[in-house]
């Protein structure tokens, strides 16, 4: 393997803030290299832990911005309470049937699932505490903001 080196560069690791030689390169006449070597020669991240970590992140900001635009098409309240903080609102399924349907999409993010699908109708937003009181009483709505349903 050749190796043409153009320089040296001292980077900042985007996670962990720890500083770190990479190598800018002018070309590559290869025969092997081996996977760690390649990784060397474009690195952002001090290792490839950071680089992970990175990762992470991002897939979690593209699923949070995700829950929001499907909470925003199906109303962005609970149904039942009226909650509006996004971390406790969920997607409840109206007449039940979400243990089967995580079953059938196995693998895929639920709300990545909706807005593909064009967001079919049989859901509803719930509060994380009224999905589990629904959700243990087997009806439309939670016991506690609609008792009169319950008598």
């Known amino acids: 393997m050749l190796l043409l080196v153009k320089q040296m560069k001292i980077k ?11 190598v800018q390169t002018r070309g590559i006449i290869l025969s092997k290299v081996d996977n760690e070597i390649k990784q ?12 992970y970590i990175s990762k992470i992140r991002k897939q979690r900001i593209r699923r949070f911005k995700e829950k929001i635009e499907v909470l925003k098409h199906y109303g962005g309240e609970c149904v039942c309470c009226g909650e509006t903080e996004i971390r406790f609102l969920t997607i409840d399924h109206i007449d039940g049937g979400g243990t089967k349907q995580r079953n059938d999409i196995r693998g895929t993010n639920f709300y990545y699932f909706l807005k593909k699908n064009n967001y079919p109708s049989g859901y509803q937003i719930l509060c994380a505490n009224c999905n589990m009181a629904k959700g243990q009483e087997k009806k439309r709505f939670c016991p506690v903001h609609h008792p009169e349903l319950y008598k």
């Open 12 to 22: 900042v690791c985007p996670i962990c803030k720890k500083e770190f030689e990479t």
């Open 40 to 51: 060397t020669l474009k690195l952002k991240y001090c290792s490839m832990e950071c680089a």
